[in-house]
């Protein structure tokens, strides 16, 4: 069992995005088995860089305001938005507000690719 806040975890500066700090506050070392959960910091005007990867993401801004690109196509995010992010799309979020955007996102363990289409019902 993991009980705490997740300031107690480490942020660490996300990989080639300046400005953008994510903590991973469930993650295998936890021995979740399946997926992760982080909780990215972006600072104002700084964003994730445009891409895509297999895997799908879950969202929820806990905070603050911005864009999220999927597929060539912008919608506002604030507090409260929930974003679905299927696999293989390509994907951006940005904070276009005065201050931190923060939300929280699930991903399952790059190491699963494959794994999941093995054994989705018929």
């Not at 990867?53 to 929930?82: R, S």
């Not at 955007?101 to 399952?108: A, T």
């Amino acid at each position: 069992m993991k009980v705490c806040n997740y300031r107690e975890v480490e942020a660490q500066v996300a990989e080639e995005a300046e400005g953008v700090t994510v903590r991973w506050v469930i993650s295998e070392a936890d021995a979740a088995p399946h997926f992760a959960m982080r909780i990215f910091d972006v600072q104002p005007g700084r964003g994730s860089p445009l891409h895509s990867h297999w895997w799908e993401h879950e969202v929820f801004v806990l905070a603050g305001t911005g864009t999220v690109t999927m597929a060539g196509k912008n919608k506002p995010i604030k507090e409260g938005t929930v974003v679905f992010v299927p696999g293989g799309v390509e994907h951006q979020f940005v904070n276009e507000g005065d201050d931190v955007l923060r939300f929280i996102c699930l991903i399952p363990h790059p190491w699963l690719e494959g794994v999941a289409e093995k054994h989705r019902p018929a």
